[in-house]
């Protein structure tokens, strides 16, 4: 009988054991359960919160394109309106994918969405806007794509390391950035092109190109137009630019020389006097000298050149500019005064 009682005893004993590994083991199950749940919160907080940093640093790089090249504040003109279109990007995997590591990121996805939208809808109006520039810097009789190949661009400063992840650098603002660059280059090209006139004179006493000379009555080169006038009389600037040289020339008498970029020069000749020093910016329309009759002259007028890589080009095509080209010149020289402005 004692033996009896103590197999029962071991019995009770093993069968309690059992019980209890069984516990653990189920225990140990379920810790593991929360622990995988716990690591998937941590991924989902993760998630949500790479998202937002992204959307972050993407919201200061859009504000800070447009703030450089329309101003601090909203742009309401109609040229900057487009039309709505889908958003065909191809980065819905991308955002699914943020959606499914992060149900709780909806709504940060959402703004994503809309963010790569006003990027592609932004980036068409700009490109409309920049291939206005480009027509009207060809109705000057120059190209484009060769000014924007010679012209030097400058840049500098501090590196200041992109703070966002590459994935928030996305395409649409990549090319939003490359399509600003480039209207904002047409758009100074073309206020640099000079399309005013450089006095006040009604008419013209020779034209650009093959003349008699009024000397010796020889065929010869004239490299730009004649326009008579009283002595004294103001001469301006045709655009803006920066004086590069005043002086005399032989056969120009008194000249003031101009640099307008991209490789384009004015040239105001047979000058009374001076009224622009070396290294001065001046804008269109701004007083440089007055009219003389110094150097080889027969009278008192104004020689005006407009010269390319240092080769004379014909004035009339700057001088005779469409309308809607100075229109397009006018919406320009407002968003640069615009943009100094807000800045």
């Known amino acids: 009988m004692t033996l ?7 019995l009770a004993m093993i069968a309690d054991s059992a019980s209890v590994a069984q516990e653990r083991a189920a225990l140990a199950v379920k810790g593991q359960s ?10 989902y907080r993760q998630s949500v919160d790479d998202l937002a940093q992204d959307l972050e640093a993407r919201q200061d790089f859009m504000d800070t394109l447009y703030k450089t090249h329309f101003g601090a504040e909203g742009d309401a003109r109609s040229d900057l309106v487009v039309p709505t279109k889908a958003d065909k990007s191809g980065k819905a995997a991308t955002t699914s994918a943020k959606i499914s590591m992060a149900p709780e990121a909806a709504s940060l996805v959402r703004l994503e969405q809309r963010q790569r939208r006003f990027a592609l809808l932004l980036t068409a109006a700009v490109e409309r806007r920049a291939d ?6 060809r109705s000057f009789g120059l190209n484009p794509d060769h000014l924007a190949r010679s012209a030097a661009r400058a ?27 480039r209207m904002e280059f047409l758009e100074r090209s ?7 006139k450089p006095t006040l004179a009604p008419m013209e006493t020779s034209s650009y190109g093959y003349r008699r000379d009024p000397f010796n009555g020889h065929a010869a080169f004239h490299a730009g137009m004649d326009f008579p006038g009283r002595h004294g009389q103001p ?21 003031v020389e101009v640099e307008h970029g991209n490789g384009l020069m004015t040239r105001y000749a047979h000058l009374s006097r001076f009224a622009a020093k070396v290294g001065q910016a001046v804008a269109r329309g701004d007083t440089i000298g007055g009219m003389g009759s110094t150097g080889r002259s027969t009278g008192t007028h104004l020689h005006f050149e407009v010269r390319q890589n240092d080769r004379p080009i014909n004035p009339r095509r700057f001088l005779e500019a469409a309308q809607d080209v100075l229109q397009v010149q006018q919406i320009a020289k407002a968003r640069f005064a615009d943009v100094g402005n807000r800045g």
């Open 34 to 43: 929360i622990a995988t749940a716990a690591d998937k919160v941590k991924g």
């Open 4 to 10: 009896v009682g103590w197999g029962g005893v071991t």
């Open 132 to 137: 206005k520039a480009a027509a009207a810097i």
């Open 235 to 255: 001469i301006v600037a045709a655009a803006r630019g920066k004086v590069s040289y005043v002086g005399q020339r032989q056969g120009y008498g008194n000249v």
């Open 190 to 196: 073309l206020l640099s092109i000079p399309s005013g």
């Open 155 to 181: 840049q500098g400063g501090p590196f200041v390391p992109w703070e966002g992840s590459k994935g928030a650098m996305t395409g649409e603002l990549e090319h939003l950035a490359d399509a600003l660059a």
